[in-house]
């Protein structure tokens, strides 16, 4: 079983940046695909990054890509989201997952993994 903790979201004006960290405890972490999803008020939770055990493969939502980053420390048990160019439309609670399938598929299914962290709430004023 893994843990995960998200942390480094916060207000931001548009046009600014944001990392966001998610720690997961255990050691097979290298193991797990990682997925960063949100979600808005009044909206169902959307997919936003994933990346692959061993980092070399990585999938973005269109609303996103160009703009965010998704990566990992193995030795360090994190996985990161580096937001650049927010919009207020990228307010939301993001929240970081994990599958323990190594060949898991689609990433973009919320029900494609098995662990969820709580969250952590980003907000952009414009």
């Known amino acids: 079983q893994v843990q995960l903790v998200e942390s480094g979201g916060g207000l931001v004006q548009a046009g600014g940046s944001l990392r966001l960290s998610c720690a997961a405890s255990?050691?097979?972490?290298?193991?797990?695909?990682m997925g960063w999803f949100r979600q808005a008020p009044g909206k169902e939770r959307e997919f936003v990054a994933a990346?692959?055990?061993?980092?070399?493969?990585?999938s973005y939502a269109d609303s996103v890509k160009g703009r965010f980053a998704v990566s990992r420390d193995n030795a360090k048990n994190t996985l990161y989201l580096q937001m650049n160019s927010l919009k207020p439309e990228d307010t939301a609670v993001y929240s970081c997952a994990a599958s323990y399938n190594l060949w898991a598929t689609p990433l973009t299914a919320v029900g494609t993994y098995d662990y969820w962290g709580q969250g952590t709430q980003v907000t952009v004023s414009s």
């Open positions: 990346i692959r055990s061993s980092g070399g493969s990585t």
């Open positions: 255990g050691r097979t972490f290298s193991r797990y695909v």
